[in-house]
């Protein structure tokens, strides 16, 4: 495993396995790393997304704390508007969202750096998975939610035995309070630890074997902090550079217009953060993305769109896909939604990204 964790700020190098999240500079960290992609294909492993362990910047030594994510089903279907769409079902991931992903890969490498409690916010989805996966490696977990958040996840959380503190005000407050708790406790942020996105990256990797080892020409996902469209360009990105796939595919992201700073900022129209309204898709009610820049710029450079779909489409198009037997939560009826608004050929993929159990109204 060669490789380096880099300051996105300054510029600073540390090694892979430097137990922090950001610089001292306070800059976030990414990591320098070119994965060991089989020129034939990977070796039948196991069914999950450790199949792609030689794709990832980990010692080789980590044991994988697993609760058998990835290697989700993708499966084909006719849209409401009568359009032909593949589906990755990452709905039904363990803990019920793509989140798994990334959860699986940041905590099996914190266990492996003997870390023995983190702290992590969120208003649902990654708070489920990084409670689970602690769960299941044993490591400790605090959540810091938004009160706000919906009661399911919530309760999701703390079933798997995390401590829940519920912090008043909006979202961006349970982010100030859990960088005071990370002064004494590992903050293993989803949108910070640059790990999370080296394992929502396997989602293009499965995609990609799954059609054979090629790019689907597009691929449509909701988008809020961009854990996932980062992680789709990143592995593309490097089966691409590996010759497994011979290009990067069409990347359309989709947010609620009811909270769509990133349409804004990447239109040009509103360079100023916007205030979160109140959208059915709580998954990405982010008004403030940590990630922003890197998104506008990742997306800019892979030739991707960020476009928009009102309440009423979303809501539409939850209820229609649901009757069709897909069940999803309302954050990713945003990317069903949007699909059906653009021009597509044949060959494209959604991400479907929380399961329907976990809706809340
Ligand atoms: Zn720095």
Redesign the pocket.
């Known amino acids: 495993m060669t490789g380096r964790l880099f300051?996105?700020?300054?510029?600073?190098g540390f090694p892979l396995t430097a137990p922090r999240w950001?610089?001292?500079?306070?800059?976030l960290l990414d990591i320098d790393f070119v994965p060991a992609i089989p020129k034939s294909g990977f070796p039948a492993g196991p069914q999950s997304l450790w199949r792609y362990f030689a794709a990832l910047p980990l010692d080789p030594d980590t044991v994988p704390v697993t609760l058998g994510e990835g290697m989700t089903p993708m499966e084909e279907w006719i849209s409401p508007a009568g359009k032909h769409v593949r589906v990755k079902m990452d709905h039904i991931q363990p803990t019920g969202s793509f989140k798994d992903r990334g959860a699986a890969v940041m905590i099996s490498r914190l266990r492996s750096l003997n870390i023995p409690a983190v702290v992590e916010d969120s208003s649902g989805n990654a708070g489920a998975a990084v409670a689970a996966y602690c769960a299941r490696g044993g490591l400790a977990c605090t959540i810091y939610v938004p009160a706000s958040a919906p009661v399911a996840k919530i309760s999701q959380i703390r079933a798997s035995g995390a401590r829940v503190v519920s912090v008043d005000g909006p979202r961006e407050a349970a982010a100030v309070a859990v960088r005071k708790a990370a002064a004494t406790v590992y903050y293993a942020g989803h949108c910070v630890d640059p790990f999370f996105i080296q394992g929502t990256k396997t989602v293009a990797y499965e995609v990609a074997e799954q059609l054979g080892w090629r790019s689907p020409q597009t691929m449509v996902a909701p988008l809020g902090n961009g854990t996932l469209v980062l992680g789709i360009i990143r592995g593309f990105d490097e089966l691409v550079s590996a010759g497994m796939v011979g290009k990067m595919p069409r990347i359309v992201a989709f947010q609620s217009r009811a909270c769509n700073p990133l349409v804004r900022a990447f239109s040009q129209q509103d360079t100023d953060l916007f205030v979160a309204e109140t959208t059915i898709a709580d998954g990405i009610a982010v008004s403030r993305p940590v990630l922003g820049d890197r998104i506008l710029s990742e997306i800019r450079r892979v030739g991707g769109e960020i476009r928009d779909v009102s309440e009423e489409a979303i809501h539409a198009a939850w209820k229609h896909w649901a009757a069709l037997g897909l069940s999803v939560e309302p954050t990713t009826a945003v990317a069903l939604a949007g699909f059906d608004q653009i021009k597509t050929g044949d060959d494209t993929v959604v991400v479907a990204t929380g399961h329907g159990l976990k809706r809340s109204r």
């Not at 950001?22 to 800059?27: A, L, S």
């Open positions: 300051c996105r700020r300054c510029g600073e950001c610089c001292d500079c306070g800059g």
